[in-house]
């Protein structure tokens, strides 16, 4: 499990400064079956 996520997009509201992640749980989908980083996301983002 992770414990600390590390996260660098800072438009998030769960965004806190030296890029950590505040939020309780993160659902992170992908596109089709990924087969890179850039073919997942993040599904708990929230535009701040
Ligand atoms: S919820 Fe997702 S996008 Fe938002 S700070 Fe956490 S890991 Fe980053």
Same mark, same amino acid.
């Given at each position: 499990?992770?414990?600390d996520v590390l996260c660098e997009v800072d438009t998030c509201v769960h965004w806190h400064s030296g890029?950590?992640?505040a939020?309780?749980?993160i659902y992170i989908t992908s596109h089709e079956k990924a087969h890179t980083s850039?073919? $997942?996301d993040c599904? $708990?983002?929230e535009v701040k």
């Open positions: 499990m992770a414990k890029n950590k992640c939020a309780e749980q850039a073919e $997942t599904k $708990t983002f």
